[in-house]
């Protein structure tokens, strides 16, 4: 069985984190989400704005989800690796190769690291503009 692994904020969960997951799932034969918490999320992005008990519950709800891990690091390790059986990690292809590096460097050592299509057409921060603005 390969134990696919994603980290992600999913804040206002949308149909781009559905593709992510869909696409990850597709790698493997389980698939574990890794949920960052309020104060990574925050030091890195943003507030969110859902709290971390939505944010774990709209994932979970997923069909392509079969385990959520709430709190998971912002950067992957060795030993989270280990902990939780991970055999493939997945990203969006949105991150840029240093950026991967900082977050994901020891999957890339691992050679376990794989990218996977981002949905350019929406994002969390273009619901926020979209509210903000309001327009679609």
Known sequence: MIR???DMVADL??????????????LGDYLVVGVHSDDDVLAHKRQPIMTMKERV????GCRYVDEVLPNAPWITSS????EHHIDLVVHGSDYSQE?????????????ILR????????STTEIIRRIREGSP
């Open 4 to 6: 696919v692994y994603v």
């Open 57 to 60: 519950a709209c994932v979970a």
């Open 115 to 122: 990218t996977v299509g981002y949905t350019p057409q929406i």
């Open 99 to 111: 950026d991967l590096i900082d977050t994901h460097g020891v999957p890339i050592e691992m050679g």
């Open 13 to 26: 969960f949308h149909y781009g984190h559905v593709e992510l997951l869909r696409q990850a799932r597709a």
């Open 79 to 82: 030993d989270w690796i280990e």
